[in-house]
């Protein structure tokens, strides 16, 4: 299968058709992959094997075979392939449709930017669909190859819910650190790019909440109204599932508390010292303030000037001035304004 790999690199069509990957789970953690030709002629597992199959939603072929090949009703087939990714799961008489999103963990990409897959399970088949690169189909595969992963589709199915969330804890614990470092900068440090990131911060815990919320409600309608083919110990991991979700949007709103306040703070210590900075100017200016009127007002340049034929009136004028400079600082001092 590694030849096949690259196709998950890029966002386009695949050459040999919509797929990406698949094998079959040979019912004891193992997987035998195999190409897009022989799932094409797949019609049904043996007892205890389950395909797999992992396809570009994106391509043209997808929803024709899914239609054609598989025999899904339409409404089914085109919610496999929407660009309407809300996470939702659907439960119907052939399957279960479950809508996920996880973590963007793809180089250079935003994580709250969010990937959907879409996931198709019915005893003995799995079908997951994507727009663009998602590791956790990736992790589950390495697992399986490994002889270590799920047994049954409802495994498969109950795992890459783990991993997707796991995923999503993984994200909230990073936004949590950054959020502990940015709180233990020294109070001088620049407040602009401290600002900018904060406001990362709470945009990605606006976006990751845009999903998140609806993700469990999804994993909760799953765990109550799941079909008879998933298992109890399943079910219970389903449920689990979604109360670490639950969990992970407190932890959201906590972030969002913290960034806020930490950026409250940041926005009144600027606040503090531009009022400082206006302060002082102002005594600066209260001081300067009758020393110039007065040399303004020694400088008109009208008859009658005092002390313009007294050679000693300068040095006068300069004392007088130093000692009005002296009282002013010592009523400034009086007054608790230095």
Known sequence: ????????????????GPFLFGGILNGEG????????????WTGSAPGET??????RTHPETAGWLKGHLDLPGTIAALLTSEETRPRAVQTEKGLLTILRGINFNPGADREDMIA???????????????????SPRDILGQLETGDGPKTADDLLTQLIEVMVGKIGLAIIDMNDRIDRLETLPDDSEAEPILKEISEIRRDCLALRRY?????????????TAPDWISDSNRLLIRESADRLKRFLDDLDVSKES?????????????????????????????????????????????????????????????????LLALQLYVFRKLKWL
């Open 30 to 41: 193992g997987i035998r992959t195999i190409d897009w030709a022989e799932a094409q002629t």
């Open 212 to 224: 998140m919320s609806p993700e469990h409600d999804a994993l909760l309608e799953i765990g109550r």
């Open 1 to 16: 299968m590694t030849d096949l790999a690259p196709s998950e690199t890029d966002a386009g069509t695949h050459a040999e």
């Open 117 to 135: 897959m879409q996931i198709w399970s019915a005893p003995g088949l799995v079908i997951t669909l994507r727009r663009r690169r998602l590791q």
């Open 259 to 323: 960034a806020i306040v930490l950026q409250d703070d940041i926005d009144s210590r600027m606040a503090a010292q531009s009022n400082q900075t206006m302060y002082m100017l102002s005594i600066v200016a209260a001081i300067f303030l009758p020393l110039s009127f007065i040399t303004g007002l020694l400088g008109i340049n009208v008859g009658g000037m005092p002390g313009v034929d007294s050679g000693s009136a300068f040095w006068i004028t300069v004392v007088l001035l130093v000692l």
């Open 51 to 56: 395909l797999w199959l992992h396809l570009n």
